[in-house]
């Protein structure tokens, strides 16, 4: 997420009333979750397992729950709460908002689009030519659908990410601030669920299609060409690459990449990142022709017992 404008670290020091490291005119110009930052990007890290990854990523102010040495270049806020005061910040800059009567006079919908009875469209959309949205579908704010894209009934845009943080009371939610693009051409079913972005873009890329009952976790990066068959679930932060193929009930988890022009077979589960052109099966997954013989080594496995017995 952007800011409106840039804000010097003292500024916002004083406003989550906590101390900080660094130069106060060092210069703060968005917020993001550590799989999505960039330079001039405000981060939080609150485990000792995590701050070499946030003070050495691409984040340039970080608030931390530890006094360390600062980075050149770097800011860093002290929080004793840094999950707190990242979300203290993006409902500053985010507001949490209510629309209750399906106003959507602040989208911008193209006239060629079609857009059946009962869809719900929310604040800021952008909806580009030829778009075609079937009933009971749910577009949240700020998703953008190019041209020609196709959206399958009951299917939900830009709902909330799956984020939490345990505390001794229960689970708390990271307030989702970000957003969905759908590029041009893009075919999503029936009963789909594409999260936004916690503070970042969830990216459908140009071309790709998706099956029904199909889940896409936050801030996920789709690339163009790909096919999606029906029941995959993918986690947040993942990175498919361009003409990936996942077939039915492939399960991929977060932070990992998918190479261009991979093949997945169906009821896979992917929990490490994967070489393109490459076609996998099996949980955890691997080279079908290896996983292939692994299978056919285990159905002589009881003949094997038989003659040690």
Not at 219 to 237: F, K, P, R, S
Not at 296 to 309: F, G, T, V
Request: aromatic share 6%.
């Amino acid at each position: 997420m952007k800011l409106p404008r840039p804000y010097r670290l003292a500024e916002v020091a004083e406003f989550l009333n906590c101390n900080y490291l660094g130069d106060p005119n060092h210069l703060i110009t968005g917020i993001n979750e550590i799989h999505m930052v960039e330079n001039g990007d405000l981060v939080f890290v609150d485990h000792p397992k995590y701050y070499d990854k946030a003070l050495n990523s691409a984040a340039t102010t970080i608030i931390i729950d530890k006094e360390v040495s600062c980075p050149d270049g770097k800011g860093l806020l002290i929080s004793a709460t840094p999950f707190d005061d990242f979300n203290k910040l993006t409902l500053h800059f985010s507001p949490l908002k209510h629309v209750l009567d399906g106003d959507d006079s602040a989208a911008q919908i193209d006239s060629s689009a079609i857009i059946y009875p009962n869809v719900h469209v929310g604040q800021n959309v952008v909806i580009g030519r030829n778009v075609v949205i079937y009933s009971g579908t749910f577009i949240a704010d700020r998703t953008v659908i190019e041209d020609n894209a196709i959206i399958g009934p009951n299917t939900v845009i830009g709902f909330n990410a799956f984020y939490y943080k345990k505390k001794a009371d229960g689970y708390h939610r990271m307030h989702t601030c970000g957003a969905v693009h759908i590029e041009q051409n893009v075919e999503i079913g029936a009963l789909c669920t594409i999260d936004a972005g916690v503070t970042g873009v969830t990216k459908i890329g140009k071309g790709t299609k998706i099956d029904n009952q199909v889940h896409i976790g936050h801030d996920t990066q789709i690339g163009e060409d790909c096919l999606l068959a029906a029941n995959v679930g993918i986690a947040g932060c993942a990175k498919i690459q361009n003409r990936v193929i996942l077939w039915g009930q492939v399960g991929v988890a977060s932070d990992l990449t998918i190479g261009e022009g991979a093949v997945i077979l169906a009821q896979s589960g992917v929990s490490k990142d994967l070489e393109g052109n490459k076609t996998y099966f099996g949980s955890p997954c691997g080279e079908v022709r290896e996983k292939f013989r692994e299978l056919a080594s285990l159905r002589k496995l009881p003949q094997l017992i038989d003659k040690i017995k």
